[in-house]
């Protein structure tokens, strides 16, 4: 085992979860004035006993992401290409095992899908489809990005975990990020959770954001699904493998996001739900452990959270987001449904949530990448 | 010399003010427009990832008055030389002056410079006749070798950007700016108008500030307030300061036998 496997096999889940709960106010005191917090501190800053600093956790995450990254908020929205997929992730509206309506655009189609979010001016874009390499494959991938490369400044992707060679292929086609959640860092739970199709190997799972850095991708966006296990210790894992990306993979930006679990179309009860405390404080003491990452909300949560937690560190939010294939045309037509994969809570469009930054003191940023970067 | 009379010149050409603006981190097009015109800042730069050059409504480039700012487009993010002399001939053919403010930042966390990659843009763009002005760590070698491949400034930083802790390179900026036979630029973390005032009484030509400014509670009040700085800074500069000692010298207690 080599990589971030090796550091995660070498910390049981457990015993993190056990050491962040005995955490003292001591630990705390100390991981706060610490210039530059280790996985000790990372631990003590995510620990219940930090609950009552979470105030100052607050002041402090505000005014580092303040001098990193100013009155600024990204905005990006994701395209689902297709809601096909050979997993069956317990939790997920696009699961292999239960019936629902399933779809997969075509170049075309994508292309228009595209021409809706550029025309409220998106330019930067997130691919996103389920493990079906069959229909999702390279060439097809290729050919949507060669589409879309020219309505967009930035083209990301959030598809199966591809071999190196697959990323820089994708590179090669205008392709410039890489999201790939590890949805939990629990073996025990991952395995429960995921119990067939390419997904059940979570070893793969964790290596493929290296692979992503190997390739020279230049945007690499890590994530736990907040409701699966321990938040705290999922969160200790997840900043734990951006740092270890940061160190080996340095030249590729790298973003965390920590989606909680909604009820999906699969009606899935998460067995650990993360609360509004336990969310604020994990963006928090993860913006204190890295201070230069990029933090990512997506429109899973309400569009009155979202205003709130952005002072916290959010520097990237989705906006206007439909999470089924060919949802933008089907808004305008009022057509066809597929199944999205979740619900969203922030109906909001780009429009209104850039409205909503401006009241807060924040610029919506639409385009902070160039494909003239790509050549 | 009267400070009136004293202008910056790059290139062959002349600026009153010896304070450049950045335009990233602002809470929004109309007060980064105030925070400009508080400045007097003439030379002011904008990334050319975070710019549409071809929407005359983008919200930095509408905010940059063409009658008293020359827009310097920078490279910001440029993994490679490669990557940065692209970039500056796209902003060139788009319309852009054949300035450039090249920065080659291969790490995306802290945008450290790359000076190896820098040098050989530097090269190639002033070969293709552009005003290069680059951005690099405080290295006094490599701020010769750019001065012989023929760049307009040197922009050395004072800390890392966006830190706003001062001049943490200080023995190393004296060191490029007594060498230097080009503008000296202090450019990145500078955090207060105090750190632009020492900046400019060592004797660098011109300070660069961004977050700063930015991420005020009143971004138009402290640009002003580097503005000010800036000449003070430069004043006192050119009125010849005191030299500092480590301690009281009113008295000889060494040598005051000879008297």
């Known amino acids: 085992m080599d990589g971030f496997a090796a550091l995660h096999a070498a910390q049981p889940f457990d015993r993190v979860a056990a050491r962040i709960q005995a955490c003292t106010d001591a630990d705390v005191e100390r991981a706060l004035g610490c210039p530059q917090p280790g996985a000790d501190e990372l631990a003590a800053l995510l620990s219940p006993a930090a609950v009552p600093r979470l105030e100052e956790l607050a002041q402090r995450a505000h005014a580092l992401s303040l001098a990193r990254f100013g009155r600024t908020v990204s905005l990006y929205a994701p395209l689902y290409l297709s809601n096909v997929c050979r997993n069956a992730c317990v939790y997920c509206g696009f699961r292999a095992d239960r019936p629902a309506d399933t779809r997969t655009l075509t170049p075309a189609e994508a292309r228009a899908e595209g021409e809706h979010l550029a025309a409220q001016g998106m330019r930067h874009l997130l691919l996103v489809a389920g493990e079906a390499p069959e229909l999702v494959s390279q060439a097809y991938l290729g050919e949507v990005a060669a589409r879309l490369r020219p309505l967009f400044a930035s083209l990301s992707v959030e598809i199966q975990p591809l071999e190196t060679e697959g990323y820089a292929a994708l590179a090669a086609a205008g392709v410039d990020g890489l999201v790939v959640y590890q949805e939990t860092y629990d073996p025990v739970q991952y395995a429960a959770l995921h119990p067939r199709g390419p997904k059940s190997d979570m070893t793969y799972r964790l290596l493929t954001p290296e692979r992503a850095g190997r390739a020279g991708l230049r945007r690499v966006g890590l994530g736990a699904l907040l409701g699966l296990a321990d938040v705290r210790a999922e969160a200790w894992f997840l900043g734990l493998h951006a740092r270890h990306l940061m160190r080996h993979h340095w030249r590729s930006h790298l973003s965390l996001s920590f989606p909680r679990l909604r009820p999906s179309a699969g009606r899935f009860e998460p067995p650990r739900p993360a609360t509004d405390r336990e969310l604020v404080q994990l963006i928090c003491a993860l913006r204190l452990f890295l201070p230069d990452a990029g933090l990512v909300l997506s429109t899973r949560e309400p569009p009155e959270l979202r205003d709130r937690l952005v002072p916290l560190g959010i520097t990237s939010m989705s906006a206007g987001s439909c999470t089924e294939p060919g949802g933008y045309g089907r808004r305008l037509r009022a057509g066809r449904a597929a199944t999205p994969q979740f619900e969203v809570a922030d109906l909001r469009s780009p429009a209104e949530v850039a409205a909503a930054l401006k009241r807060q003191g924040y610029e919506a940023v639409w385009k902070d990448w160039d494909p003239g970067f790509m050549g | ?259």
């Open chain 2, 1 to 259: 010399m009267q400070a009136a009379d004293d202008t910056l010149i790059i290139a062959g050409r002349s600026f009153a003010s010896r304070l450049l603006m950045g335009t990233g981190k602002f809470a929004s097009s109309q007060v980064l427009r105030a925070a400009l015109a508080a400045s007097g800042a003439e030379l002011v730069t904008a990334a050319l990832r975070r710019v549409d050059l071809a929407n005359p409504q983008d919200d930095i480039l509408s905010a940059i008055d063409p009658a008293r700012h020359l827009l310097l487009p920078n490279t910001s993010g440029a993994r490679d030389a490669e990557e940065a002399v692209r970039l500056a001939r796209l902003a060139r053919a788009a319309g852009c002056q054949a300035w450039v403010k090249l920065e080659v930042t291969p790490d995306p966390h802290h945008l450290m410079p790359d000076p190896v990659e820098t040098l050989k843009a530097a090269e190639l763009l002033v070969r293709e006749g552009f005003t290069v002005l680059p951005y690099i760590h405080a290295d006094p070698v490599l701020a010769k070798r750019l001065e012989e491949v023929g760049t307009a400034t040197v922009m050395p930083l004072a800390a890392p950007i966006g830190t706003n802790r001062g001049l943490r390179t200080r023995d190393l900026l004296e060191l490029i700016i007594a060498q230097a036979r080009v503008p000296v630029v202090v450019d990145a973390g500078l955090g207060a108008p105090s750190h632009a005032a020492e900046a400019l009484e060592l004797g660098a030509d011109a300070v660069l500030v961004n977050t700063a400014i930015a991420v005020a509670g009143d971004p138009p009040a402290m640009a002003a307030a580097f503005r000010l700085a800036v000449q003070a800074g430069r004043q006192a500069h050119l009125a010849g300061l005191g030299r500092s000692r480590p301690e009281a010298s009113a008295s000889s207690p060494l040598t005051g036998f000879l008297r």
